[in-house]
């Protein structure tokens, strides 16, 4: 992402900042009470993560079903970059991540006493974002690995048969 100093006002940095935050802590507080989504998504979010794109309600529910399939997870974000002209209705944004994975003790099970229980992700978040009568929403975001050390989630069938055509990598991992 290009970003164009002195263009972004401090209050819409903040705020976009405290949505970012706000975001990774639900996720990793587990806070996925009814209506949690409009707290951070407009109604017709895409997501594009390693395991596809999700749209509106789907992208809502992709994010609870990858959460939980960890039995715990931090999410830390750094070098945020936010490009919005003053008074603006839409903002981009981007940030690096270091998402730190716990396996659940199914996973470890499944994968013998040796099982390391953490995957971690070093990464990039790219997001669009319009601004709501309740303040700035992600309308769009996106993740990508740079890196990761441990294995990913052992993942349902189906999810894994997606990812393989997706990736070219071997199903049922």
């Given amino acids: 992402m ?24 639900t996720m990793d507080e587990r806070r996925f009470d009814e209506g949690w989504a409009g707290a951070y998504f407009t109604d017709d ?17 992709h994010i ?3 959460t939980g399939r960890f039995a715990a997870t931090l999410h830390i974000s ?28 199914s996973t470890l099970q499944a994968r013998g006493e040796n ?8 990464g990039v978040y790219e997001a669009k974002l319009r601004r709501t009568a309740s303040g700035w929403r992600f309308s769009h975001m996106s993740v990508r690995a740079v890196w990761t050390t441990g294995e990913p989630p052992v993942l349902p069938a189906e999810t894994a048969t997606r990812v393989a055509k997706l990736t070219g990598a071997q199903a049922g991992r």
């Fill in 115 to 122: 099982a390391n229980p953490l995957f971690t992700v070093g």
């Fill in 2 to 25: 290009n970003e164009t100093r002195g263009t972004t006002h401090p209050r819409d940095h903040f705020e976009i900042s405290t949505l970012v935050s706000g975001f990774f802590r």
């Fill in 78 to 105: 750094s070098d945020l970059l936010v490009r919005a002209e003053p008074g603006a209705r839409t903002a981009s944004a981007s940030w690096n991540a270091h998402m730190t994975h716990v396996h659940l003790d």
């Fill in 45 to 61: 979010l895409r997501t594009t993560t390693p395991l596809g794109i999700a749209e509106g309600a789907d992208a809502v529910r």
């Fill in 64 to 66: 609870e079903e990858a």
